[in-house]
């Protein structure tokens, strides 16, 4: 168990960071003018990061191990970054004022999702 955690780790704490940025009230934000795609571009950077991060405690066994093993572990982090992507948003939606959940959102941060775990195999995919 301890090694599970410890291998979790780093996914955990940017899951921590992600569940207190997106549970901030809108008012403690910091208004910058807007720009065009800017959130959906930071929602694909957060979720980028938290996939890799995901990955990155394993990244000794995804090297060495098979390909089965690497496909296992790109679909688990993916479906996971999928999965917390839309709970934030629907959390934004019901239980925090002043912000409201929004489903472009939840696409960048699937995208996002998958984006970091492709950067992550290209740097420790078994080399051949």
Known sequence: MEKLTRNCSPGILCGIVILILTGLPGSLLPHVKPVVGLDKVAHMLMYAAFAFLCLWGYREPYASKGQ????RALLLTVVIGIAYG???ELMQEHLVTSRTG???DWLADSIGALLGSYVFHLFFRQKK
Not at 68 to 71: D, T
């Open 68 to 71: 089965a093993y690497q496909k």
């Open 86 to 88: 839309g709970l934030t």
């Open 102 to 104: 929004d489903w472009f």
